[in-house]
Nanobody, 127 residues
């Protein structure tokens, strides 16, 4: 049975930093491109970043480029999202995802290519 779970939820002030982790069990993480989506209140789920199975290529949405960094440790079946310079508009539920492909290509923003989802973790940025 495949299980995917996030950790690291917290409330931070604008300008602060936070790291989310996501661990998968029952799969070999290196066989999947992985990434993060987020869903703000009243909005749809949006893809924000993706990393290839071998960790060689990373993609970022314009809204987070230069502030967020995705990484992975295939040996530990874990991926991370380092978030710096957080803004109020980053407030959302964050979901980690394992895609049905090993390369992000141009599909990483699409929820339909997800093989497995985490349960979601709340990030709140406010003063």
């Amino acid at each position: 049975q495949v299980q995917v779970s996030e950790s690291g939820a917290d409330s931070v002030q604008p300008g602060g930093s936070l790291t989310l982790s996501c661990t998968a069990s029952g799969v070999r993480l290196m066989d999947y491109a992985v990434g993060w989506f987020r869903q703000a209140p009243g909005k749809g789920r949006a893809g924000i970043t993706c990393i290839h199975g071998n960790g060689g290529t990373k993609n970022y949405a314009d809204a987070v480029k230069g502030r967020f960094t995705i990484s992975r440790d295939n040996a530990q079946n874990t991926m991370f999202l380092q978030m710096n310079s957080l803004k109020v508009e980053d407030t959302a539920v964050y979901y980690c995802v394992l895609y049905r492909v090993v390369y992000c290509s141009d599909i990483w923003r699409q929820t339909g290519y997800a093989a497995y989802w985490g349960q979601g973790t709340q990030v709140t940025v406010s003063s």
